[in-house]
């Protein structure tokens, strides 16, 4: 199975603020890489697909990158609805998989 | 509007059987893999089960192989979770997602809750 694990699992930060996000895969993933929002008490939402292409409907604020076992997850200039919990999610094989979740907190 | 309507959740005592459903409207259903992914209470999010357009491949988490079935009614536009042999540890949120890889629309979800 492909583990992925993400960091930092909880990150404080103000409005306005940049924050990433990494995601490292156990193994080396070729595209298949998703980034999801969930806040609470809802169903997440889908961010980003295929490592970088933003999701229709989302904010250009939210950008992605990488390859092979590395990630990021960028939010240039956080907004009050950006707190939230973020996943990744590898999607090369089965069983697909996600990261432990990175918890975005106001400061 | 694409929607994703799970029921079927609900209290059940270890050992036992519930049979999820999902309900799908405003997009073709039948031209897309759907899913099943499960969030245990204040945890993460975890993949359940991945079914081909046609139902002719099923995909399962390890932990649910043998137990859980996902099957899928085109004609009805609906996707079904038969879970047996529950554990606590089955305890969870159950979403009805679309697609195989990434999941753009997602249900709002069916709670499971396994207890005595």
């Known amino acids: ?107 | 509007e694409m929607q994703l309507v799970e029921s079927g959740g609900g209290l059940v005592q270890p050992g036992g059987t519930l049979r999820l459903s999902c309900a799908a409207s405003g997009f073709t259903f039948g031209s897309y893999w759907m899913s099943w992914v499960r969030q245990a209470p204040g945890k993460g999010l975890e993949w359940v089960a991945t079914i081909k357009e046609d139902g002719s491949e099923k995909y399962y988490v390890d932990s649910v192989k043998g137990r859980f079935t996902i099957s899928r009614d085109n004609a009805k536009n609906s996707l079904y979770l038969q879970m047996n042999s529950l554990r606590a540890e089955d305890t969870a949120v159950y979403y009805c997602v679309r697609g195989g890889r990434s999941w753009g629309v997602w249900g709002k979800g069916t709670t499971v809750t396994v207890s005595s």
């Not at chain 1, 990433?20 to 998703?34: D, E, F, K």
């Not at chain 1, 969930?38 to 169903?43: L, S």
Request: charged share 15%; proline share 6%.
């Open chain 1, 1 to 107: 199975d492909i583990q992925m694990t993400q960091s930092p699992s909880s990150v404080s930060a103000s409005v306005g603020d940049r924050v990433t996000i990494t995601c490292r895969a156990s193994q080396g993933i070729t595209t298949w890489l998703a980034w999801y929002q969930q806040k609470p008490g809802k169903a997440p939402e889908l961010l980003i697909y295929a490592v970088s292409s933003l999701q229709s409907g989302v904010p250009s604020r939210f950008s992605a990158s990488g390859s092979g076992t590395d990630f990021t997850l960028t939010i240039s200039s956080l907004q009050p609805e950006d707190f939230a919990t973020y996943y990744c999610q590898q999607a090369d094989r089965f069983p697909r998989t996600f990261g432990q979740g990175t918890n975005v907190e106001i400061k």
